[in-house]
């Protein structure tokens, strides 16, 4: 960090190493001697920088990614719904993996290979390729309608759970499941 917050604090600063009856330049002054922000500018032409300083803004913004940032997220949510309490609905949504579907009345193969299976001798154990069924899947969605607690320690695991299963393609709802009450 900056040891100089502010061009006043660098005059007063630079002042106090300077000998007795030294001129000390207005703040104006010193901020035209500092380096532009942006040099292709046409208001960098003011500016001598004769000092390599500029005016810039602290970020914050800029930190490494924690791998337990979720968590304090998350945190921040429920302090959040709870301190919001009846003003708001807390609720959780999860798209689970895609199972594929194939044709009406033709086996499709689960992709496990060289596994035994018991079936009649007089047929042939056949089923088409899990990765060439070509017609489509379904994706599980489960939607979990949470009743805020009134205290941050209470659980958050409490309400009302809802699973829809979608078409992947048109992402439309099929068939939806009846809600449980946890």
Not at 24 to 29: D, E, G, N, T, Y
Not at 94 to 102: E, L, M, N, S
Not at 123 to 140: E, F
Request: net charge positive; proline share 7%.
């Amino acid at each position: 960090m900056s040891q100089m917050l502010s061009v006043r604090d660098l005059i007063e600063q630079t002042t106090g190493t300077c000998p007795a009856g030294t001129p000390i330049p207005s703040a104006a002054l010193v901020r035209l001697q500092f380096a532009p922000r942006n040099p292709y500018a046409k208001t960098a032409l003011s500016f001598s920088s004769r000092l390599q300083v500029q005016h810039k803004v602290q970020r914050r913004q800029l930190r490494i990614t924690h791998p337990d940032a979720h968590f304090a997220l998350f945190k921040y949510l429920r302090c959040l719904a709870v301190n919001l309490g009846a003003l708001c609905y807390l609720y959780f949504c999860d798209d689970k993996a895609k199972v594929p579907i194939g044709e009406p009345g033709v086996a499709l193969s689960t992709g496990v290979r060289g596994k035994a299976s018991l079936a009649p001798t007089s047929s042939t154990l056949v089923a088409t390729d899990h990765d060439l069924h070509q017609k489509g899947s379904l994706t599980p969605s489960v939607y979990f309608s949470c009743e805020i607690p009134e205290n941050i320690n209470q659980s958050f695991y409490r309400g009302q759970v809802t699973t829809i299963v979608n078409d992947s393609v048109f992402s439309r709802p099929i068939r939806c499941v009846m809600p449980q009450q946890w």
